[in-house]
């Protein structure tokens, strides 16, 4: 079974541009999580999704959003860079059913000069 | 706020003799708790978990505790190989309040031989 994908692997972006992640989860997974790494601050969550809806969302500025597609893949923009917002993101699956483990890809690693 | 903290930043064991990692977390609703090692500019890997319902948890050389009274979990890895070498994450979820998982900073673990 193939594990979540993520791309791109690595991106650069300078302030104030946007730039959209993507993630597809293990096949038969319907939830995908979307969390922030950075050195100070550890894994925080952003948000998460369930069958093509937002079921749960961390404390992030609204310049973070996300969107799930039918097929469960996921996509995450985050407008207007700002500089703190370089880190590693990273996007996990699991079935959904709460009270489980989540399987993490190898992450986005975002930086914005 | 950080409801899950991982006082320890790094830890450094030698090869063979036993790792202790330790966890506290604030929230009395959390019933889920997950270990996860980590390596640089990788995804967090799933190492072992345990439900609130139960105080220990053994996979291999791993073994997860949990004092529910004391708000405390700790993750013994024994023996340790330099192989273990990585971040270890510890990671909460409450199943009646949504899906996330609320993560520690992470302890350093450093396996010398």
């Known amino acids: 079974k193939a594990g979540v994908t993520q791309t791109p692997r690595y991106l650069i972006k300078t302030r104030g541009q946007q730039v959209t992640l993507s993630c597809s989860p293990i096949?038969?997974?319907?939830?995908v999580s979307w969390y922030q790494q950075t050195p100070g601050q550890g894994l925080q969550f952003l948000f998460e999704?369930?069958?093509?809806?937002?079921?749960n969302k961390g404390n992030f500025p609204g310049r973070f959003s996300g969107r799930q597609f039918s097929n469960s893949r996921s996509e995450m923009n985050v407008s207007t860079l700002e500089l703190g917002d370089s880190a590693l993101y990273l996007c996990?699956?699991?079935?959904?059913?709460?009270?489980?483990?989540?399987?993490f890809g190898s992450g986005t690693q975002l930086s914005v000069l | 706020d950080q409801q899950v903290k991982q006082n320890s930043p790094s830890l450094s064991v030698q090869e063979g003799r036993i790792s202790i990692l330790n966890c506290d977390y604030t929230?009395?609703?959390?019933?889920?708790f997950l270990w996860y090692k980590k390596y640089p500019a990788e995804g967090p890997t799933f190492l072992i978990s345990?439900?609130?319902?139960?105080d220990k948890n053994e996979d291999g050389r791993f073994t997860v505790f949990l004092n529910k009274s004391a708000k405390h979990l700790s993750l013994h890895i024994v023996p340790s190989q330099p192989g273990d070498s990585a971040v270890y994450f510890c990671?909460?979820?409450?199943?009646?309040?949504?899906?996330?998982?609320?993560f520690g900073k992470g302890t350093s673990l450093l396996v010398t031989p």
């Open positions: 996990a699956s699991s079935p959904g059913t709460g009270g489980e483990k989540l399987f």
């Open positions: 096949s038969g997974h319907r939830s």
């Open positions: 999704y369930f069958s093509e809806t937002q079921r």
């Open positions: 929230n009395s609703m959390f019933d889920y």
């Open positions: 345990i439900s609130s319902i139960k």
């Open positions: 990671a909460a979820s409450a199943t009646d309040s949504g899906y996330a998982l609320n």
